[in-house]
């Protein structure tokens, strides 16, 4: 039961992790490209990544221009820290989870130890009463 709820946890956990590094990959192509577009050798209209800057900014209406190497930025880091987030999150369950696995395993093997006390009680009981 616990088992299964491990494997659960972890497919989750990946495929969260997956998601949050492709927003983490996305904000640093963006803000690669903010780069890219502001060293061209003229900024012009003939400039593709210039001209997408300032129609999402129109777009948005959000003044002249978006500068696409702060947003990437801004982007990546929300992605890094949703990953932080996700392995603390996931670490921590899977910490309770083997804890629980745990206790479990040793109230286990506290019952078979009584068990086994108690038949060899028994066993020396009846020795007792056939002696």
Do not use: W
């Amino acid at each position: 039961m616990a088992g299964e709820r491990l494997k659960k946890a972890k497919k989750t956990e990946i495929v969260l992790l997956v998601i949050f590094g492709c927003i983490a990959a996305l904000g640093l192509i963006l803000a690669v490209l903010g780069i890219v577009a502001f060293n061209l050798p003229t900024v012009t209209k003939n400039n593709p990544l210039y001209q997408a800057q300032q129609s999402l900014a129109k777009a948005l209406h959000m003044g002249k221009l978006i500068d696409f190497r702060i947003l990437g930025a801004i982007i990546m880091v929300v992605g890094v820290v949703l990953i932080l987030v996700t392995l603390q999150h996931y670490a921590a369950k899977h910490d309770e989870i083997k804890a629980k696995i745990q206790r479990r395993e040793e109230r286990r093997r506290n019952l078979m130890k009584e068990m086994e006390a108690q038949q060899a009680r028994q066993e020396k009981a009846k020795e007792e009463n056939i002696a």
